[in-house]
Nanobody
Framework: QVQLVESGGGLVQAGGSLRLSCAAS????????VGWFRQAPGKEREFVAS????????TYAAFVKGRFTISRDNAKNTGYLQMNSLNSEDMAVYYC???????????????????WGQGTQVTVSS
């Protein structure tokens, strides 16, 4: 089992940047595929980005459009989501998730992930 704790959210002006972190404890972090999702008020939780165990494969949602970068540091048991050129549509609670079993490929499906963090709020002011 793994525990995930997100951090790095906050208030940022439109066009600004934030770097989210996902600190993992418990089982070896390198054994998990990691994903980031987000949920805005009144909307479904949606996929943002995913990275495989070794960090050499990544998948992004179409709306990212080159603005976000997912990465991981297995030595530090931490995953990251660098977000640039933020706009009001990016306002949401961002969640980190980990997939313990199955394929090593990045995945967009919520149901593929076994563990979730509590989320971190991202607010974008115009």
């Amino acid at each position: 089992q793994v525990q995930l704790v997100e951090s790095g959210g906050g208030l940022v002006q439109a066009g600004g940047s934030l770097r989210l972190s996902c600190a993992a404890s418990g089982r070896t972090f390198s054994s998990y595929v990691v994903g980031w999702f987000r949920q805005a008020p009144g909307k479904e939780r949606e996929f943002v980005a995913s990275i495989n165990r070794s960090g050499d494969l990544r998948t992004y949602a179409a709306f990212v459009k080159g603005r976000f970068t997912i990465s991981r540091d297995n030595a530090k048991n931490t995953g990251y989501l660098q977000m640039n050129s933020l706009n009001s549509e990016d306002m949401a609670v961002y969640y980190c998730a980990a997939r313990a079993s199955g394929s090593d490929l990045p995945t967009v499906r919520r149901g593929d992930y076994d563990y979730w963090g509590q989320g971190t709020q991202v607010t974008v002011s115009s």
